[in-house]
């Protein structure tokens, strides 16, 4: 699934695909926690500029991700041939969300590989924006595998979920609205699977005001992006974690390289700590995530995120897609608070 990922876009490509994100998505809000701050301020010692969090409310986005601002790029990006050929893509739900969805608004059939045990309401998204879905394997590496199989007997296009050109671009706009709502934002955080979206975000960003620091946050046990970095380039990994849609079986070469250039830091957390930011936010900010979505939030709450006093500092919500029969399991699994320091 590699051939295609040559090329690293660029800030012009960005905002090449800002139009199309404009007119078929929506501009998610920047919600505001007091509450956060203060457990930030209590783990690090660190004050939040105006002691409220700022969080991108992404998981608000339409299919409940980010997903669609890659999917509508990509998809816009076919050729005529390929669009009768129809498209595939591997996911562990939302991007498979995202592409089913940009594919049934654009014409383009639309095939999507997930594990056998994908979340079941991620799988009826699919099949409700009428994609076919192959369920196959323990986890997306297993899918992986499937997906070139199908690929080859079908002629199928791959749309990549994380590690093409114009996924990276689509994604950057997110970058770029935070730079419209926040101007004076000095710091990102971002959770990170293949590294599609931090990818982007890095670029908008960096390449806008380089003075921006941008941090990644993977689990413990899917952590693809930092061993591509201590490795120099990507390496296959076993994604084990509560954080289905973090589990990337390889980071991304184009995210990889952007990362080279641009990321200021990388940590790992442990599900119990992501879990336990997915419970902040229903408890504290009345909002939904997944534990995908959570992550970010998670690693601030712990004191895991390096920050200056007076920072002004954004987290994003990167996704929502929970299914209800799971959701108060979860809650349930989530300690009370966020460990200070957890690792």
């Known amino acids: 699934m590699t051939e295609t990922t040559t090329g690293i876009p660029t800030l012009a490509d960005v905002r090449a695909a800002q139009p199309l994100i404009r007119e078929r998505l929506h501009h998610t809000p920047i919600l505001s926690s007091a509450t956060a701050a203060e457990r930030i301020a209590a783990s690090s010692g660190v004050e939040i500029r105006d002691g409220r969090l700022l969080l991108k409310a992404e998981h608000l986005q339409k299919t409940g991700s980010f997903k669609p601002r890659a999917a509508l790029t990509r998809i816009a990006a076919l050729t005529a041939e390929e669009r009768t050929r129809g498209a595939i893509t591997l996911s562990a739900g939302n991007a498979g969300q995202a592409y089913a969805w940009a594919g049934r608004e654009a014409g383009v059939p639309v095939t999507v590989v997930m594990p056998a045990a994908a979340v079941r309401a991620k799988v009826d998204a699919c099949l409700g924006y009428g994609a076919e879905v192959v369920l196959y394997g323990e986890h997306v590496g297993d899918s992986l595998r499937r997906l070139e199989e199908i690929r080859a007997e079908r002629g199928l296009v791959l749309v990549h979920p ?34 599609g979206l931090i990818g982007g975000v890095m670029l908008a960003l960096k390449e806008t005001r380089p003075s921006i620091r941008v941090y990644a946050v993977e689990p413990e046990t899917a952590d693809a992006l930092a061993l591509a970095l201590e490795h120099g380039e990507p390496v296959p990994v076993d994604p084990r974690s509560v954080a289905d849609g973090l589990g990337a079986p390889i980071a991304g070469r184009i995210a990889t390289e952007i990362a080279k250039r641009y990321l200021d830091g990388i940590v790992r957390i442990d599900d119990a700590t992501i879990l336990a930011g997915m419970r902040f936010a229903a408890e504290r900010l009345k909002q939904v995530l997944e534990p995908a979505g959570a992550a970010a939030l998670a690693a601030l709450l712990a004191g895991r995120i390096p920050l200056r006093d007076g920072d002004r500092v954004v987290a994003i919500l990167s996704g929502g897609n929970v299914a209800v029969e799971r959701l108060g399991e979860l809650l349930d699994r989530a300690p009370e608070s966020v460990p200070n320091g957890a690792r």
Do not use: F, K, M, S
């Open 162 to 195: 994380y590690d093409q050109p114009e996924v990276i671009a689509g994604n950057g706009t997110l970058g770029l609205e935070i730079l419209d709502d926040v101007p004076d934002v000095d710091v990102v955080v971002v959770a990170v699977g293949g590294g």
